[in-house]
DNA sequence: CGGCATCCTCTTTGATACTG
DNA sequence: CAGTATCAAAGAGGATGCCG
């Protein structure tokens, strides 16, 4: 990216991640963890392949993401933040959280990734019971599943099923992730399509108060 | 800007404030206030006037920005930030903070403008004796004067002078900055050509501790 | 398959000149 | 002061080809 050329920090910080596709890329490499190149093509639906190529290989060079080759059992390179690839955290998390006011539209033919519950979640979710025993919420939509994990205080996101969880959501993305923000009840996202079955008590466990008590 | 498509908080910000240019014309108006278009190309060195004009119409559309018709002895327009686009403020905050790290490069050929002083400031001074009578700071470079205000536990900055500063700090932007970020003490600034005239009590009062020591 | 490189078209930008 | 007009250069998007 061609530089702003003006010596203060926000524009310098720009002139690093401030192109095209770049943040979305950190985005998927924090929200994943270390990715294959294949990996983060899925996770970037849209991007051309020589531009994600591109984009590498500039955070390569700018020393916030490295490659690693993995061991025999996987053979391929995987793709990791630095340090101070990890550091911009609080941008991406800065960026999710203004953008939910985005959220509410349709999103008719966007694309959508199950990590991607992550930024909701980590936003709106906690862990109001953390002496109780570890629980799960599996998230079933058209894409791959993900799994809600709260256990002592803390709640995380991740891609993958997991054997029986306590609680299991189905339906489009929208409606569910209405129900994550607290801006949509059980009853209200049942009415939109979206089957809620298992141990109902999880989601009071995770939801903020209001949306809690109005879950009925 | 081109949509991403993606049902994705942080890809819905960027199809907004992800374009080239925005998101510093949002820092300028966070740190200046309501602006005129020429205050803004002033405050943005680099931008074609047509892409300023493009972006502050997109902004407007966005509901980012408002102008509004400033009264007779102005007799301008004033464009001024919305709640919408005021709340971008811990984006620009976290990528100011994240930029930091490139500042310590010399910058050559840079341009610099003085109400950039205000996300290191903001990010590393502290007001460390609230009781104590207000000060003032005046910073001095090529660009136009600065005035640090700390009063009562805050500690601001704008653009401007003021009549008797308790202290004056002149020289290049860069060595400033490292005095006030506290990587430099007044003696190593002073070695490199920055001016630091009146009473060094206020720098105490303001930087952090480790330097505050470090001053003599 | 995973991991790119090439080629081509289309859009965005940057620089400069000009206007009400 | 507050833009518009013009045009060349750079970048993005899309399709396809190559190689271990």
Not at 143 to 155: H, L, N, Q, R, T
Request: aromatic content about 6%.
């Amino acid at each position: 990216m061609r530089s702003y050329g003006q010596y203060c920090s926000v524009a310098k910080a720009l002139d690093v991640v401030g192109d095209r596709w770049t943040l979305l890329i950190i985005r998927e490499l924090l929200v994943r963890g270390a990715c294959r190149y294949t990996d983060l093509k899925n996770g970037l639906p849209g991007i051309a392949t020589n531009l994600l190529a591109d984009r590498i290989r500039e955070l390569e060079a700018a020393g916030l993401v490295s490659r690693e080759e993995a061991p025999p059992p996987v053979a391929t390179t995987l793709i990791r933040l630095t340090e101070a690839g990890q550091e911009l955290d609080p941008v991406v998390q800065a960026l999710g959280r203004w953008g939910i006011r985005y959220m509410a539209e349709p999103a008719e033919g966007d694309a959508f990734c199950s990590q991607w519950f992550t930024f909701p979640v980590e936003v709106f979710l906690r862990d109001r019971d953390p002496d109780a025993p570890p629980a799960t919420i599996e998230l079933r939509t058209a894409a791959d599943p993900a799994v809600i994990e709260v256990s002592g205080g803390s709640v995380r996101v991740r891609v993958g099923s997991v054997s029986a969880p306590d609680l299991v959501i189905s339906g489009r993305p929208q409606p569910i992730l209405g129900l994550l923000t607290g801006h949509l009840s059980v009853p209200e996202v049942t009415a939109l399509g979206v089957e809620v079955s298992g141990d109902h008590r999880v989601l009071r466990r995770v939801l903020p108060d209001p949306a809690g008590q109005a879950l009925s």
